[in-house]
């Protein structure tokens, strides 16, 4: 009889542990975490098989919740440690996820890296465009005039666009999601995580404790589809929805297909075997050790 035959159908249930978030009460990361149960239930993702990383923040905290292999670890350091689990283990789905504090300032150079190699796994950004659990600085994504705990007077900085950068520096894969549209943040989710590449999800997901609740409401306000015309194929066409300030479009921006790092390897791997029939990566390794 097959594994798929003896298994039990998983429920969003199934993934939660017994922790109970400690998130504000309305806080927005409640929406990806029950949006990240249903499309881990729709692709009937086997949680000894899965692994999500994050780094530090109250985004951060995610993993916890979820009853995969997780790791909690450095701020900024979601995505190496991702690189790391998916190098050793191709078989795994990785899942990272984290602040837009932790991904675009501290992480930033990781998040340009992982995106150019095609890293195969995704990248679930909660973006509250403010520093959360060091009570709301500003953040690369908080928007240029903005006041905050550290911009008392304005931000003087232009704000990043998460899915600008991740188109620009090579994803392969860039949606847009705003948590308080679970049925829309679930279909983007289960999208990103079929993507063979780096798929980079970019969830608008309010502060409303340092943000306050307008965040929310003004989200709601501004949020607009794709157009179904959109051609996800073209890195121009993706890129005329970033840099909105008065929308927030949603839905699945930019889509290609282009080998992943672990691709890309297997042919470093072929070519320094070839014309070496009987050497294995160890022999190969060897020959570059001094012989004193
Ligand atoms: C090396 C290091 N620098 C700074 C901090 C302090 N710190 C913890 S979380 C955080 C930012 C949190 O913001 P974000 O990543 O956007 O996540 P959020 O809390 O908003 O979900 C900072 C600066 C730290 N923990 N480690
Ligand atoms: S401080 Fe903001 S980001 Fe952190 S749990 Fe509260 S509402 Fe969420």
């Known amino acids: 009889m097959s594994e798929a035959a003896t298994l039990p159908e998983f429920k969003p249930s199934d993934y939660k542990t017994d922790l109970k ?31 999500v990383v994050s780094g530090i923040g109250c985004s951060s905290r995610l993993p916890g919740y979820v009853d995969t292999f997780g790791v909690n670890s450095l701020h900024g350091r979601a995505l ?25 300032a501290i992480g930033g150079n990781h998040f340009l890296h992982a995106a150019r190699r095609n890293l195969d796994v ?3 950004l909660m973006d509250n465009e403010i520093y959360g659990l060091t009570k709301g600085q500003a953040a690369p994504t908080t928007p240029a005039g903005d006041k905050t705990k550290s911009t008392h007077y304005g ?20 949606g847009r999601a705003f948590s308080g549209d679970l049925k829309g943040t679930v279909e983007l989710m289960v999208k990103a995580l079929r993507h ?11 502060c409303v404790t340092w943000r306050g609740d307008d965040q929310f409401k003004s989200l709601k306000a501004k949020q607009r589809q ?43 791997k072929v070519n320094a075997l070839a014309g070496k029939p009987q050497s294995t990566v160890a022999d190969i390794i060897k020959s570059f050790q001094p012989s004193f």
């Not at 003087?156 to 620009?168: G, K, N, Q, Y």
């Not at 063979?196 to 309010?206: C, D, I, Q, R, W």
């Not at 194929?233 to 929308?247: F, H, K, M, N, P």
């Open 226 to 268: 794709l157009p179904e015309n959109h051609d996800a194929s073209s890195r121009a066409a993706a890129l005329v929805y970033t840099r909105e300030s008065e929308i927030v479009t949603t839905g699945v921006l930019f889509d290609v297909s282009e080998p992943t790092l672990l691709d890309r390897l297997a042919t470093v």
């Open 155 to 174: 931000n003087p900085e232009p704000a990043v666009d998460p899915c600008e950068l991740a188109i620009s520096v090579g994803a392969t894969w860039v």
């Open 196 to 206: 063979k590449g780096f798929a980079f999800l970019n969830v608008m997901s309010p």
């Open 122 to 124: 995704s990248y679930i």
């Open 21 to 51: 978030p400690v998130w504000c009460a309305g806080c927005g990361d409640f929406g990806v975490l029950t949006g990240l149960y249903r499309a881990l239930t729709e692709l009937q993702v086997k949680p000894w098989e899965t692994v």
């Open 80 to 104: 190496p440690l991702a690189a790391g689990v998916k190098v050793a283990r191709p078989d795994l789905t990785v899942i990272a996820v984290g602040g837009d504090g932790d991904g675009l």
